[in-house]
C-alpha cells in the first residue's frame, strides 16, 4: 500500500493502519468477496446517489489522490454539488497532499473539518417520525 501510491505521506502508515486494512483478507471466503466487489459492476454514481438525499453533504477529498483526483474523471468531486437538490447542501473539503484516505493521512485535520461541520449543522429539536 505504502508503493501502490494510496498514500502521499507514507510516514503516517504504520504496521497498526496495514495490519487493520490487510487483516480481513485473511478471513475464510474473503477471495471470493474480494472478486465480486472489484469483477461486479461499479455501483451508482455520484449523479444518481446525490439527487435523491435530502441532508447536507460534507466530502472530504485528498488533493494529492492519484486514484480518484478530485477535479478530473469521469465523476470529478468539484462538481458534486451540482447533483444536489439545494447546492448549498453540498461541502467539499480537500485536504492538500493527501492521498486517497486523508483520513489515515491527516486525521487532525480531517477529525477537525468534520466537527466544524457537524457544529454548523442546525440544531433539530423535534422528533422525526419513522
Given at each position: 500500500?505504502?508503493?501502490?501510491?494510496?498514500?502521499?505521506?507514507?510516514?503516517?502508515?504504520?504496521?497498526?493502519?496495514?495490519?487493520?486494512?490487510?487483516?480481513?483478507?485473511?478471513?475464510?471466503?474473503?477471495?471470493?468477496?474480494?472478486?465480486?466487489?472489484?469483477?461486479?459492476?461499479?455501483g451508482?454514481?455520484?449523479?444518481?446517489i446525490?439527487?435523491?438525499?435530502?441532508?447536507?453533504?460534507?466530502?472530504?477529498?485528498g488533493?494529492?489522490?492519484?486514484?480518484?483526483?478530485?477535479?478530473?474523471?469521469?465523476?470529478?468531486?468539484?462538481?458534486?454539488?451540482?447533483?444536489?437538490?439545494?447546492?448549498?447542501?453540498?461541502?467539499?473539503?480537500?485536504?492538500?497532499?493527501?492521498?486517497?484516505?486523508?483520513?489515515?493521512?491527516?486525521?487532525?485535520?480531517?477529525?477537525?473539518?468534520?466537527?466544524?461541520?457537524?457544529?454548523?449543522?442546525?440544531?433539530?429539536?423535534?422528533?422525526?417520525?419513522?
Open positions: 500500500l505504502k508503493s501502490q501510491g494510496v498514500y502521499r505521506n507514507a510516514s503516517r502508515v504504520d504496521e497498526e493502519l496495514l495490519e487493520t486494512l490487510l487483516e480481513p483478507g485473511n478471513d475464510e471466503g474473503a477471495e471470493t468477496v474480494f472478486l465480486k466487489v472489484f469483477g461486479g459492476p461499479p451508482p454514481t455520484p449523479e444518481s446525490l439527487p435523491k438525499l435530502e441532508c447536507p453533504v460534507l466530502a472530504i477529498w488533493g494529492a489522490d492519484p486514484w480518484t483526483p478530485v477535479d478530473a474523471g469521469m465523476h470529478p468531486g468539484t462538481q458534486f454539488h451540482r447533483y444536489m437538490r439545494d447546492e448549498d447542501d453540498f461541502e467539499l473539503v480537500v485536504v492538500p497532499n493527501a492521498g486517497h484516505c486523508p483520513h489515515d493521512e491527516a486525521p487532525e485535520e480531517v477529525n477537525a473539518q468534520m466537527i466544524r461541520w457537524m457544529e454548523s449543522l442546525p440544531l433539530v429539536t423535534e422528533e422525526v417520525e419513522r
